[in-house]
């Protein structure tokens, strides 16, 4: 039986190839000493996770807009020296997370961006970064809401790490890895072959035959 609840339609976009305003939009960012208010919700998480790094000093691991966690937890067992940190900022979706038996991760509820920020603010650096199906933002107007058309873009390379970004929506991930490129950052972009899923999303996406996109890349 074919249950539409758990299919997924393919991403839909009026802007039919790379944003032609990409490359403007981040020059512009890098070139800008961007800062914003910290929102509180994400100090008060920022203050749990800084503590825990200073009682542990683990590397540490950023799954950003982490979603129910699912993939934060599964991410923790694939890194255990490490600290994982899954953000995300619906506290709905935090909600439903469903722990796993590690000791080594914790979920926050807090805009990505703010503590992508604090974090340099304080000087540490992470060993990996995962950006796992965060909203594509596929209206060309929206280019400013994608992770690589936002002014925190910067923040993100200078947390360094191993980035990896996934996508069901081809086009989001070259132009992510566009961005990367013509930050002075070259990774590489393949299809994902089929396994077993990282985050609530992928399941779907898996489900409903979707082909799914990954960028890769080394900071510095």
């Given amino acids: 039986m074919n249950d539409e609840k758990n299919q997924s339609r393919e991403v839909s976009s009026n802007q039919p190839g790379l944003h032609p305003r990409l490359l403007e939009v981040v020059t ?7 800062r914003r208010p910290v929102a509180e919700h994400s100090h008060n998480a920022y203050t749990v996770l800084r503590d825990r790094l200073r009682h542990e000093q683990r590397p540490l691991v ?6 129910t966690g699912m993939s934060t937890a599964l991410l923790a067992r694939k890194h255990p020296d490490c600290l994982v940190a899954g953000i995300d900022q619906s ?20 805009q990505a961006e703010d503590i992508w920020q604090l974090l340099l603010q304080d000087g540490y650096r992470l060993a990996h970064h995962y950006l796992l199906y965060p909203n594509p933002w596929p209206k060309s107007k929206h280019l400013q809401r994608r992770i690589h058309g936002h002014p925190g873009f910067a923040w993100l390379l200078a947390l360094g790490g191993g980035v990896e970004l996934r996508s069901n929506w081809q086009l989001y991930v070259e132009e992510f890895g566009l961005a990367m490129h013509h930050a002075g950052r070259r990774g590489c972009i393949s299809l994902i072959a089929k396994a077993a899923p990282l985050t609530l999303f992928e399941e779907k996406y898996q489900r409903s035959g979707h082909s799914l996109w990954q960028f890769r890349c080394d900071l510095p």
């Fill in 91 to 110: 506290e709905h979706r935090l909600d439903k997370h469903v722990p796993l038996a590690t000791d080594n991760y914790l979920l926050l509820r807090a």
């Fill in 28 to 34: 512009r960012h890098l070139e800008s000493d961007f």
């Fill in 62 to 67: 950023l799954d950003s807009f982490c979603g």
